[in-house]
Each structure stands twice: as C-alpha cells, then as structure tokens.
C-alpha cells in the first residue's frame, strides 16, 4: 500500500515549456487534490475532483489544467511554465466524507517544481 | 479569498517548555482541521475538530475549537525536538470538503 504517490520529485522548466505532473493513490479515494506551497502562502488549492471523470477549480486555477479520467489517478498540466508557477506541488486525496470515513487527506510527498 | 491566519509565525523554544499556536479567520468554519508537515514531505493529519467549543488531546498535544466555530488553538505541553515542523489549519467553510489552509506555524525545539 503505497498511499499517495507523485511524479516527478523534482524539475526544472523553462519559461513557456509545458509538463505534466502525476498523482496516483492506491486507496480507492474518491476526491483528489492538488495544492501549491510557497513561502509564506500555505497551501492553496489549485484543483480538485469528488470522482472520476470530474474535476473542479479551486482558489487559484489560472495556468494548470487537470484530468481524472482513471479514479486512481489525477493529473496536473502546465501548459505554458511561468516563473510564478515555481512552487512545491501536493496531490492528496480522501474518501467521500459521512459515508462511514473521515474526511482526511493524505498527501504525497510533493514535486518541487523551478520555472527559470 | 477567505483567510485563515495563524500566530505565531515562527517559534523557536527550548525542549520541555509549553506552547500554543492559534489559527484565527472572520468566518464560520463547518470543520477545522491541524496538520504538522516535516521538510521534505506532505502534511499529516493529526486532528479534526467539528463541535464549537471541542477540546480533542492526542498525547501532549491539546486542540480546541472555538464556541462560535471562527478559531482554533493547538497547544503542546512540555514540548520535544521531535515536535519540530511546519504547523497548519485547514478550515471548511462551506461544507464542501473543500479546505483552505493557513500559513502555518514554524516550530523548531531546540534541545
């Protein structure tokens, strides 16, 4: 059981280079998430999705794109990499809360992600 | 944007002594919810609190909801280097399972 997984720990974009980051979860969650980190922020929610097939924005969608198209896994695109999209990037994921589970999020263990 | 607000920013103490970090916002919350995150790695959960006025204790850490549901506390009693981290809330407002979260709370215990 390997939780919440994500790839790549680690990359370096040019400006205007597009990538995609991968978040898979091993729980059979319904919801995923994917968050952005930066010094003094918190965590902000970029999107997320309450099942597969279906994503929704979060407080700070603008530049990313997302799909679900297996409940495994979530994907967040980078279409056109800006130096203000250089942040530590989290997917997590839960159950459907008040159907017996919690609402807990796990986490994976973040990509840092440069956009020079 | 709704704000969570957490005091103190950043907190350096002595190993045994006792602290408390607060996480405040002008709205209702319908859940609130306490993270510790180490260098390197995702935030962990450590506590839900949904009940105004709940005091929920894991080991030496004691969390509270406020009455009117708008601030939390998180204390810890005789505190340990292990206890070192990044400490967030994370608040639903709308009941949607969808979390903001605040800026956190550096804590570092020296021994």
């Known amino acids: 059981n390997a939780g919440v997984t994500q790839t790549p720990k680690f990359r370096v974009l040019k400006t205007g280079q597009s990538m995609t980051l991968l978040c898979a979860q091993d729980m059979n969650h319904e919801y995923m998430y994917w968050y952005r980190q930066d010094p003094g922020m918190g965590l902000r929610l970029i999107h997320y999705s309450v099942g597969e097939g279906t994503t929704a924005k979060g407080e700070v969608p603008d530049g990313y794109n997302v799909s679900r198209l297996k409940k495994q896994n979530f994907l967040l695109g980078l279409e056109s990499a800006a130096p203000s999209q250089t942040s530590v990037y989290f997917c997590a994921s839960s159950s459907v809360p008040g159907q017996g589970f919690t609402d807990t999020q796990y986490f994976g263990p973040g990509t840092r992600l440069t956009v020079l | 944007t709704q704000l969570l607000e957490q005091s103190p920013q950043f907190l350096s103490i002595q190993e045994g002594e006792n602290l408390t970090v607060y996480c405040n916002s002008s709205?209702?919350?319908?859940?609130l919810q306490w993270y510790r995150q180490e260098p390197g790695e995702g935030p962990v959960l450590l506590v839900t609190?949904?009940?105004?006025?709940e005091v929920k204790k894991l080991k030496r850490l004691t969390f509270q909801f406020g009455d009117a549901r708008k601030d939390s506390s998180l204390h810890i009693t005789a505190a340990q280097p292990g206890d070192t981290g990044l400490y967030l809330c994370a608040a639903d407002t709308s009941g949607t399972y969808k979390y903001i979260f605040g800026t956190g709370t550096r804590l570092k215990v020296l021994a």
């Open positions: 709205s209702v919350f319908s859940s």
């Open positions: 609190v949904v009940t105004g006025g």
